[in-house]
């Protein structure tokens, strides 16, 4: 079984990462995706497990195509019975690039088409159907006249961990903070500390990574609803990850101004269940101090950048954040769509995004 891993822009080393962690060799690399070739089980350990991945896809079939004709065939091929029932809806997303077939519209009105005459031969009764919520996601893409056929098995995106009951404004995607944490976080005997925790995204994936806590376990996939589906094989891999968690304590600090917001992000911890892994105070960033005798410092952190402060104060937050750094007061690094300049001494950049907003992770070196 051929398998596509899709992830934000930029972090696709951490994701080959993670198929390895699951014996799984990545191959044929890109952006924002990797393959792997697995079996059935494979698959929902990558729902499961993936802190990074957007969705897990099956790659239903992969064949040349030149003509609309050669479009309807080989969707028509595709064993409808391992992926549709006839009581799902469909949606279909389609993707070209370099290809005779260019027209997104089309490509998906024939793919369309293709999978009616292989469910049913009422039209009617299967648009009825397909007005329905339950629905299986394709996904088409066309590069250089090659057609892959991708089943969607994860349903909404993986970052949707389904313990953040709340947010405040602008918050970081569940995987862009598992990234940050990664990509920063060498020593979890470390304190970790994030002073704009907002609902606490950063600090609740933080000690999910240091606890092994499966971000997957607490949602639902597509793959459940497929004709393929094995509960035996879903119910063995979520046994498995439960089984992998560390029982200890580690030093995860959480503060915002906001004490609204410590409230909130106290209540996602505990959805997360890693409250006794985190300590939350309402503190400004700016008056705070960190203690003498804590050492190994490690912020990750979002900061605020524009949307609620005025142009002063934005700067006086990341002129003490730089500074800090630059003292080796503090290492680790901060997530930020603030214009800020090229850093001299132990700052480097990182282009990254959070949806769709291109942002920059500011690390120690």
């Known amino acids: 079984m051929k398998i596509l891993i899709s992830c934000p822009l930029g972090w696709w080393s951490l994701l080959a990462k993670e198929c390895k962690k699951l014996r799984l060799q990545p191959y044929d690399t890109f952006d924002r995706w990797t393959y792997v070739d697995g079996e059935l089980k494979d698959v929902y350990e990558l729902n499961i497990w993936s802190r990074i991945a957007n969705k897990v896809y099956i790659v239903a079939d992969e064949q040349k195509v030149y003509s609309f004709d050669d479009l309807f065939d080989t969707i028509n091929h595709v064993p409808r019975k391992n992926y549709i029932n006839k009581e799902h809806g469909i949606s279909i997303k389609v993707s070209t690039k370099n290809s005779v077939l260019s027209s997104e519209k089309t490509i998906?009105?024939?793919?369309?088409?293709?999978?009616?005459?292989?469910?049913?031969?009422?039209?009617?009764?299967?648009?009825?159907?397909?007005?329905?919520?339950?629905?299986?996601?394709?996904?088409?893409?066309?590069?250089?006249?090659?057609?892959?056929?991708?089943?969607?098995?994860?349903?909404?995106?993986?970052?949707?961990?389904?313990?953040?009951?709340?947010?405040?404004?602008?918050?970081?995607?569940?995987?862009?903070?598992?990234?940050?944490?990664?990509?920063?976080?060498?020593?979890?005997?470390?304190?970790?500390?994030?002073?704009?925790?907002?609902?606490?995204?950063?600090?609740?994936?933080?000690?999910?990574?240091?606890?092994?806590?499966?971000p997957g376990l607490q949602r639902n996939f597509a793959i459940e609803q497929m004709p393929l589906h094995q509960e035996s094989l879903l119910t063995q891999a979520k046994i498995h990850a439960q089984k992998k968690q560390f029982d200890k304590e580690y030093n995860i600090i959480a503060s915002d101004i906001d004490h609204s917001m410590i409230q909130i992000a106290k209540s996602n911890a505990k959805k997360a269940w890693v409250e006794d892994s985190i300590t939350f105070m309402a503190q400004d960033f700016m008056s705070g101090k960190i203690p003498s005798h804590e050492k190994n410092i490690h912020l990750v952190s979002n900061p605020p950048y524009g949307k609620r402060l005025d142009p002063k104060e934005l700067h006086a937050i990341y002129k003490q954040l730089l500074q800090r750094g630059n003292q080796k007061k503090i290492t680790g690094g901060f997530v930020t769509l603030y214009p800020l300049k090229k850093q001299k001494g132990v700052w480097k950049s990182k282009p990254c995004y959070n949806g769709p907003d291109k942002c920059t992770f500011w690390k120690t070196l």
């Not at 007005?131 to 892959?148: A, G, V």
């Not at 098995?153 to 947010?167: D, K």
């Open 108 to 214: 998906q009105s024939v793919a369309h088409k293709a999978i009616i005459k292989k469910l049913t031969s009422n039209e009617d009764q299967f648009r009825n159907i397909d007005n329905s919520r339950q629905k299986i996601k394709i996904r088409l893409l066309i590069s250089n006249n090659t057609l892959k056929i991708l089943i969607n098995t994860s349903w909404t995106s993986l970052h949707e961990r389904n313990y953040r009951q709340e947010t405040g404004e602008a918050p970081i995607k569940e995987n862009l903070a598992a990234s940050l944490i990664l990509q920063s976080w060498r020593k979890f005997g470390d304190i970790l500390r994030d002073p704009f925790c907002g609902s606490g995204t950063i600090a609740i994936e933080a000690a999910m990574i240091a606890k092994n806590i499966a």
